[in-house]
Each structure stands twice: as structure tokens, then as C-alpha cells.
């Protein structure tokens, strides 16, 4: 399967505090700002993402209160509903099957490792143009 790491998204609760340590003590470049609800830095080849941990649970269709999610790793992929097909044969219970996240402008597919760690799958949204 063709598959790339992206990011490294962590959830959390005081995002405010967690963008000010990223930026201006490790001094990451930052840049994505989507103020209180995204911030993106460059970490080499990766990029880090922090997002609310509220709204991660409902693009998740969970109840914010019962999201542990700390974080998640986020692989882009050509086709998510083709990866979703060839993960669902092997057996792989997602969390949330494809769909778009129009304001991402992606489409995404939830998953867990073994141990609990939420994945994200996704690929561009295809234009209608």
C-alpha cells in the first residue's frame, strides 16, 4: 500500500499554551494558524498539528468527554476508499469510515493500531472544476 506519514497531530485541550511552547521555545516554523482551532509547524520532514481535542471527537462522531485521544498520526494515501477496501479485508475496524472534511479540504478515514493510537488516512479532495 502507498502510504506517507505527514503529520503528527496531537489533541489537545489548551492549544493556546501547547502553540506558544512550539513556537517560541522550540522555535518550529509555523505554518498553519486557524486561531484556538489549528496551528501546523514544520518538524523536518514531518509536520506537527495541533488541533482541539473537542473537535477531533466529532469529526470522529464521539462524544468530546469520551475522547482520550492524545494524539494522532496522519498518513496521507492516493485513495482513501481504495485503502479503506484493502484495510477492511484484512480485517480492520475503523472508527469512521471515508469521508470529506470540506473545510480540510480532504477525504479521511479513522483508524486504530493495536494499542489504541488513532490514525488518520486521507488524500486531497478531488476539485469539481
Known amino acids: ?8 497531530r496531537l489533541l489537545l485541550d489548551e492549544i493556546e499554551a501547547c502553540r506558544a511552547f512550539y513556537k517560541e521555545v522550540l522555535e518550529l516554523e509555523e505554518v498553519v494558524a486557524v486561531d484556538g482551532i489549528y496551528y501546523e509547524f514544520l518538524a523536518g520532514d514531518c509536520r506537527l498539528g495541533l488541533y482541539s481535542r473537542e473537535l477531533m471527537a466529532g469529526v470522529l462522531g464521539t462524544p468530546s468527554a469520551a475522547s482520550g485521544d492524545q494524539a494522532a498520526l496522519t498518513f496521507q494515501v492516493p485513495d482513501v476508499d481504495a485503502a479503506f477496501e484493502a484495510l477492511n ?3 480492520v475496524q475503523f472508527v469512521r469510515e471515508p469521508h470529506d472534511q470540506p473545510a480540510w479540504v480532504l477525504r479521511v478515514a479513522h483508524l486504530r493500531d493495536p494499542a489504541g493510537t488513532l490514525i488518520e488516512l486521507n488524500a486531497p479532495l478531488q476539485s469539481s472544476a
Open 89 to 91: 479485508a484484512k480485517g
Open 1 to 8: 500500500m502507498d502510504i506517507k506519514l505527514t503529520h503528527t
